[in-house]
């Protein structure tokens, strides 16, 4: 082949890869998920999440907030298991107690529908199929049961059997897994006595208003230990079905920090994290008679 016609040649073929580079620059191109990002395409990047308030973490939970959980009643403290998990998922997430803001938010209102005003809500609410049909959960950070508490010398701190407890005059805060136990598993000869507030079952028990609450394990050590002394605890239930009843962080249905937050709970849970601040804030808690 003459010379020239091959430089003729080489030149279009310089130019024509030219053109398709340029064609291909400006043609739509596939979008898959970039580094460091969930399926949604929401960034995890530590500090960085697509919060109510940018650059802060908007933690919510009822008030008053009971110990074991929080410590005085101060969820800014630190002190106490929920308010400790609390700041280690946001250091996990990248924020700083400086970064935290507290919300107070009943408890009913945490898991009811519509769109919600916090990042996510800690207060001992239960994972379940119906509640997670208004809201998100993250993973469980908490396996609890439920148990029965009595003022010592009545006839319900002698039942050792759930058949022992249907005669039994029980109550329990509205909306908890602890009503459910007593309507679906106790399922008592008389109507559960519903309150608004675990301060108020506590003080139907002082008063006789009823015979025992029901209340979450930890929960019933507390309230023995340092509420209501002359109470007792009766027993606890045997969990349902084939899975552990768990406390999960309560999330806006279709929350973009789902899956970030679920990420951060099954890290501290890994990492030894979760087991650390349980044997500090609820040690006691540890053991109680299984009612059948």
């Known amino acids: 082949m003459h010379p020239a016609s091959r430089a003729l040649r080489r030149a279009a073929a310089v130019v ?50 009971y110990e074991p959980w929080f410590k005085d009643d101060d969820p800014a403290s630190g002190k106490g298991f929920e308010s400790a998990v609390a700041y280690a998922v946001a250091r996990h997430l990248g924020y700083g107690k400086d970064e935290v803001v507290w919300q107070t938010v009943p408890f009913n209102k945490a898991f009811a529908p519509g769109e919600k005003t916090f990042d996510f809500d800690i207060n001992q609410v239960s994972i379940s199929d119906e509640r997670k049909k208004a809201v998100d959960f993250s993973a469980g950070y908490y396996d609890v049961r439920q148990a029965v508490v009595a003022l010592k010398g009545s006839k319900a701190a002698r039942a050792k059997s759930v058949a022992d407890l249907k005669d039994v005059k ?35 028990l002082k008063n006789g208003q009823v015979d025992a609450i029901v209340v979450d394990l930890p929960t019933a050590f507390y309230i023995t230990g340092a509420e209501v002394t002359d109470a007792t605890i009766v027993g606890q239930f045997e969990n349902q079905g084939g899975t552990p009843e768990q406390f999960g962080l309560v999330l806006d249905k279709g929350s973009a920090l789902t899956s970030c937050v679920s990420r951060a709970v099954d890290a501290l849970r890994e990492d030894g994290t979760l087991a650390r601040i349980e044997k500090r804030w609820l040690s006691d808690a540890v053991d109680a008679p299984v009612l059948k």
């Open 170 to 204: 029980l109550g329990a805060q509205v909306g908890t897994t602890s009503l459910d136990y007593i309507d679906d598993v106790v399922r008592p000869t008389r109507a559960a006595a519903v309150f608004a507030k675990n301060d108020q079952a506590k003080s139907a």
């Open 16 to 65: 024509t890869a030219a053109l398709l580079a340029t064609a291909v620059g400006c043609a739509p191109q596939p979008e898959g998920p970039a580094a460091g990002t969930s399926p949604a395409g929401k960034t995890c990047e530590k500090g960085k999440l697509a919060t109510r308030t940018g650059g802060k973490l908007t933690i919510a939970t009822d008030e008053p907030a």
